[in-house]
């Protein structure tokens, strides 16, 4: 079969390699793909956004899947396009991505439904959020209602800190018209555990637990990014966490999507917050995250075109979801000056000593061809490299003797991703 994957990023690189193992495909196409994606997959020179023209090489090419990856086009409707055309594709429609694409309709959600999250206040006015933060118990979390790159959330020790937020995010617009309306969150503290779920609008399949490092810096310090490195299983997601999320929170949300006339079909991505309290979710994404697609679907062993067109056909329950028991860990390797400011357009060397090796991978997120032929940087996000072991700390250890074989100038990374796991 042919199979079109939507996106350019390290997750859609993850998906390509994963669609590449499946005996059922012979042909991949990616648009508009990167430097990395083009060594599995065909390039197809069209963006993400340009739903009729993704459909119209879909029906042209005679596409059996197509696969989307970002979060853009899922909240933009990109699946009911294809669907209109008769055309399989793989991902939610436009009205159950909402759940990712506005905080404040997942948050109305969980509390009608009883799906343990955070106390919070909806604003669409600043003045009226400035009146609520005046009396708010501090430190507290503004969001951005709708996409934001993973960035629009702001934690504020101190009133004032609250107040410029509003400004920041309402007024000043600094993450676009995602601010149009704000979430207003009570702070949450815990361990912070990803858990990604193939869903058929009735069944729900969780793959491996994962954990992000969202900060730009070590020790968690710096601004919030789309992600900084990542490592699969957390340790802290036990059997007894996990029942009780299967109970309360992953089928209820199912459930909650389908009662309320916005059946779900994909990937379902939890956020969750191990409280002293028992674990709450955090934000949920309508698609693969981005590191954790990295490390988890480098741990997935059952065909993947076999999950995905389960999810489509609602057969999702005849399926058995298996994963390797060796863990997983990726150091991104980023542009110094993410996620502000920074230069590209630099040639990495070393990407050929990952060839031909099944433990240690590079997925690229930005990168592209220059007119030389070169692989450079096209990102602020550079590569993911990631590494298979026995153990958490031995893959932590091949990731970043990994990291070391790659280099490009303005060259940076986190050096502490998974180090707290070394203690335990």
Same mark, same amino acid.
């Given at each position: ?10 997750? !859609?690189?993850?998906? #390509?390699? =994963?669609?590449?193992?499946? $005996? ?5 196409? /990616? *648009?508009?793909? @990167? ?64 759940? !990712?694409?506005?905080? #404040?309709? =997942?948050?109305?959600?969980? $509390? ?5 999250? /955070? *106390?919070?206040? @909806? ?70 555990? =990803? ?230």
């Amino acid at each position: 079969m042919k199979v079109l994957i939507i996106g350019s990023g390290g997750r !859609e690189h993850a998906i #390509a390699l =994963s669609v590449k193992k499946s $005996k059922r495909v012979s042909k991949i196409y /990616a *648009a508009p793909g @990167n430097a990395g994606i083009a060594s599995v997959a065909e390039i197809v020179n069209i963006g993400v956004m340009e739903f009729e023209a993704l459909a119209d090489f879909a029906e042209k090419e005679k596409i059996d899947l197509t696969i989307v990856g970002p979060d853009d086009p899922l909240v933009g409707g990109i699946v009911d396009v294809f669907e209109a055309r008769g055309l399989r594709v793989f991902g939610p429609r436009k009205n159950a991505a909402i759940l !990712e694409g506005s905080k #404040a309709f =997942s948050k109305d959600l969980m $509390k009608k439904y009883g799906i343990p999250t /955070a *106390a919070y206040e @909806n604003f669409d006015d600043p003045k009226k959020a400035e009146e609520y933060l005046m009396h708010a118990d501090m430190p507290i979390v503004l969001k951005a209602d709708g996409l934001a790159l993973g960035k629009g959330v702001l934690i504020c020790n101190t009133r004032e800190e609250a107040l410029a937020g509003v400004k920041e995010i309402m007024e000043d617009k600094k993450f676009g018209s995602a601010g149009n309306k704000m979430v207003v969150e009570e702070f949450m503290t815990g361990r912070e555990v =990803s858990v990604l779920s193939f869903v058929d609008g009735n069944t729900i399949k969780t793959m491996a637990s994962a954990q992000d490092h969202k900060r730009a810096k070590d020790n968690d310090e710096g601004l919030n990014t789309g992600g900084m490195g990542n490592f699969s299983p957390s340790p802290f997601y036990t059997k007894e966490i996990e029942e009780f999320c299967q109970k309360n929170i992953f089928q209820k949300t199912v459930d909650a999507m389908k009662a309320e006339g916005r059946e779900f079909k994909g990937v379902i991505f939890f956020g969750l917050m191990l409280t002293e309290k028992g674990p709450k979710v955090l934000e949920f994404n309508a698609r693969f995250g981005d590191p954790e697609a990295q490390v988890v679907l480098t741990r997935m062993k059952t065909d993947i075109i076999d999950v995905m067109e389960a999810c489509i056909d609602g057969t999702l329950d005849k399926l058995q979801l298996d994963f390797m028991d060796q863990a997983a860990v990726c150091v991104i390797l980023a542009s110094d000056g993410y996620p502000l400011s920074y230069e590209k357009g630099f040639e990495i060397t070393g990407l050929d000593r990952f060839d031909g090796r099944d433990d240690y991978f590079c997925f690229h997120a930005g990168t592209k061809f220059n007119d030389a032929g070169k692989i450079v940087t096209n990102g602020g996000r550079v590569l993911g490299v990631t590494a298979l072991g026995n153990t958490l700390k031995e893959a932590r250890a091949k990731a970043y003797e990994a990291t070391e074989w790659v280099d490009f100038k303005n060259k940076y990374m986190r050096t502490d991703i998974a180090k707290s796991i070394e203690m335990l």
